[in-house]
């Protein structure tokens, strides 16, 4: 048997990667989500951006766009096609409107569209 000594960035990584490949994601807490991009739909509005940062209910989202409209949402999440987008930066979204959440594997939108 062989010991090897990672970093803790490089064994977060592998954890990450270990754990997308068997199609699960463990969340224990909204802080668990930071670094991770999203398509979040809320009560009222859609939204895609990085989590950034936690502070209570509170996430902070980078690179956010608001979605006005979706189109076929297989084809949004899947292929990162979007109808109607208008980029706005940074912003903050209250978990508590949140409905549901989904990776979002595909480059941020930066044209209004």
């Not at 000594?5 to 064994?11: H, I, P, V």
């Not at 996430?59 to 409209?69: K, N, P, T």
């Not at 912003?91 to 209004?112: E, G, I, R, Y």
Request: with cysteine.
């Amino acid at each position: 048997m062989k010991t090897f000594e990672l970093s803790d960035e490089l064994a977060e990584q592998l954890a990450d990667q270990l754990t997308e490949a068997k199609g699960a994601t463990e969340i224990a807490a909204l802080a668990d989500f930071v670094g991770r991009k999203l398509f979040i739909r809320t009560v009222t509005y859609h939204l895609v951006g990085k989590v950034e940062a936690v502070n209570g209910n509170l996430m902070e989202l980078s690179g956010a766009s608001w979605v006005a409209d979706s189109g076929r949402f297989m084809q949004a999440i899947k292929n990162g096609t979007l109808n109607e987008v208008e980029p706005v930066g940074k912003c903050w979204v209250n978990a508590s409107a949140v409905t549901d959440m989904f990776p979002w594997d595909h480059a941020l939108p930066k044209d209004q569209k």
